[in-house]
């Protein structure tokens, strides 16, 4: 199993404010899956996608990706375990103004030793036209392709989608849903992603629903829609 998260709980705060968010979640998540993690706001799905991560400590449990137990890393061994292994889209782009949409691409080029193709990416992204602009020359929807363009240069083996559609319209947020299904199909990158989007459970392979901290509903799905029929984005 790639991903393999076992009894990982995690609380914020202490006393009058202290709040459970995480309550004994175990999850699987096979090599090349695109996964789907859904729940209400407050249910503990960012706080996953995160504690998977590496950008929060999970307070007990297990979480190993590719066999590597990442609960208790510091320092050093959890920059090289993101590095190695991740790449983050989230609903906001986090884009570096003062560089082109090559530059911030290469920002992320330069960490790995085995990038994949510049030019096969900007192209499979429709950004070849765009690539010496500037994120302020771009729509939402190029500025939300330059930020996957740089979480997948590196190669990474597992791709973590906060709300990657969140802050596009219906059409943008569809095209951009295709790209993730092409580059799934493509280089076969593990894929888990967060989203109040009911329709994107159609598309994966995997549902995970989140209620209040606890797995209330885990299945596959028998018969995939593709992410261009998608309805009601």
Request: glycine share 10%; charged share 25%.
């Amino acid at each position: 199993m790639f991903v393999e998260v076992s009894e990982v709980k995690k609380s914020y705060g202490e006393g009058g404010s202290y709040i459970e968010v995480l309550k004994g979640v175990s999850v699987q998540v096979e090599k090349g899956e695109m996964c789907v993690i859904q729940g209400t706001s407050g249910s503990g799905k960012s706080t996953l996608l995160n504690c998977i991560g590496g950008l929060d400590e999970a307070d007990s449990g297990s979480i190993c990706i590719a066999g590597q137990e990442i609960v208790g890393l510091k320092g050093e061994k959890l920059s090289d375990y993101r590095r190695d292994n991740l790449g983050f889209i989230f609903q906001f782009y986090n884009l570096v103004p003062n560089l082109t949409v090559r530059e911030n691409i290469q920002v992320c080029e330069y960490l790995t030793g085995d990038p994949l193709s510049m030019d096969e990416l900007l192209d499979v992204l429709g950004l070849k036209e765009h690539a010496d602009k500037f994120p302020s020359q771009l729509s939402g929807g190029q500025q939300q392709r330059c930020a996957i363009a740089r979480a997948l240069i590196k190669n990474p083996k597992l791709l973590l989608c906060d709300e990657p559609t969140g802050a596009l319209d219906s059409k943008t947020s569809r095209d951009i849903l295709v790209l993730l299904e092409r580059i799934n199909t493509a280089y076969g990158t593990t894929m888990m992603i967060v989203t109040h989007n009911n329709s994107i459970k159609n598309m994966v392979d995997h549902v995970i629903y989140l209620k209040d901290g606890e797995i209330y509903k885990n299945y596959y799905n028998e018969v995939k829609v593709p992410a261009v029929e998608l309805e009601d984005l």
